[in-house]
């Protein structure tokens, strides 16, 4: 992870939070008042977001004490310790939520990427992700897919040339369009084409595509169409595909299976804080 850009995304979140100051906080403590928070599992699964901890609560305060005790990537069982912070209650209290939010979804798609990633034991099929992430948090979401045991597809717009249906119309055909980029790219950069149809998929082939992915079709149709690429293309499917059936399209021969609900519709993993001013302990903020 680029730890120089996960700062500069804190200091945006904490800029959002905050505003001009934390009036609750400011209000009522002192900042001479010192206690200790301690972040805890409220369920089990796959922990993600040492980091943004480590990270995120000295950008606060630098006096603060940060203790993790979870690598990212480490499963968790329900009432485990993840981290302790001590120090200002002030600091505690304003850097708790925007804290929390990041590692509770960073946690969950962990979670839910290595949930993927056993269904698909004993295939040849990888667990990837897609571009369906949050505006501005893409470099966490990837990572945490990553720390869950899969894969990252393509991190944007600039690092592979995807020709979906729509690039393709515009263009003409899948021949065209594939010719067009590939006249103006150099030898690092793939090209993956999307097909519906088996006519199609030949097309794909026929004009050279490094990757062919078969968008929103069924683990038969994939399992029959297979037959048709060679061997020097990768093959992925896209489109419809959720944990329940993703057994199905792992045994139908397809390289690669990218999951959009990896990122755009995850559960936050349920992570709380409790809290330890002057001895007495009780629950965190909201």
């Known amino acids: 992870m680029n730890t120089i850009k996960l700062k500069h995304m804190l200091q945006q979140f904490f800029n959002e939070d905050i505003g001009d100051g934390d009036l609750s906080s400011e209000t009522i403590f002192t900042p001479s008042e010192q206690g200790s928070f301690t972040f805890y599992a409220k369920q089990s699964g796959i922990f993600c977001g040492k980091?943004?901890?480590?990270?995120?609560?000295?950008?606060?305060?630098?006096?603060?004490?940060?203790?993790?005790?979870?690598?990212?990537?480490?499963?968790?069982?329900?009432?485990?310790?993840?981290?302790?912070?001590e120090g200002s209650l002030r600091s505690l209290l304003t850097g708790e939520r925007v804290i929390l939010n990041l590692i509770q979804r960073m946690s969950g798609i962990a979670t839910q990427a290595y949930e993927a990633v056993q269904l698909t034991k004993d295939t040849n099929a990888h667990v990837c992700d897609t571009r369906k992430t949050i505006p501005g948090l893409r470099m966490l979401d990837?990572?945490?897919v990553r720390a869950g045991g899969a894969f990252n597809h393509r991190s944007g717009l600039y690092d592979a040339i995807m020709l979906k249906d729509n690039h393709i119309a515009f263009a003409g055909?899948?021949?065209?369009?594939?010719?067009?980029?590939?006249?103006?790219?150099?030898?690092?950069?793939k090209i993956e084409v999307e097909i519906e149809t088996k006519e199609q998929l030949i097309e794909a082939v026929n004009a050279g595509a490094d990757i062919i992915m078969f968008d929103n079709r069924t683990p038969e149709e994939i399992r029959e169409w297979l037959a048709l690429v060679p061997a020097h293309i990768a093959t992925e499917a896209s489109g419809g595909i959720t944990l329940e059936n993703l057994r199905s399209y792992a045994e139908s021969g397809i390289q690669w299976i990218s999951l959009g609900a990896l990122t755009h519709?995850?559960?936050?993993?349920?992570?709380?804080?409790?809290?330890?001013?002057k001895g007495v302990v009780t629950n965190g903020t909201h």
């Open 51 to 85: 980091q943004v901890i480590k990270i995120g609560f000295p950008l606060l305060d630098n006096s603060l004490q940060v203790h993790v005790f979870k690598e990212d990537g480490e499963w968790i069982e329900e009432g485990e310790q993840i981290a302790v912070i």
């Open 142 to 144: 990837k990572y945490a």
């Open 265 to 277: 519709s995850v559960q936050a993993f349920d992570i709380s804080a409790l809290v330890q001013p």
């Open 173 to 189: 055909s899948i021949t065209q369009a594939v010719a067009s980029a590939r006249s103006k790219i150099g030898h690092t950069v």
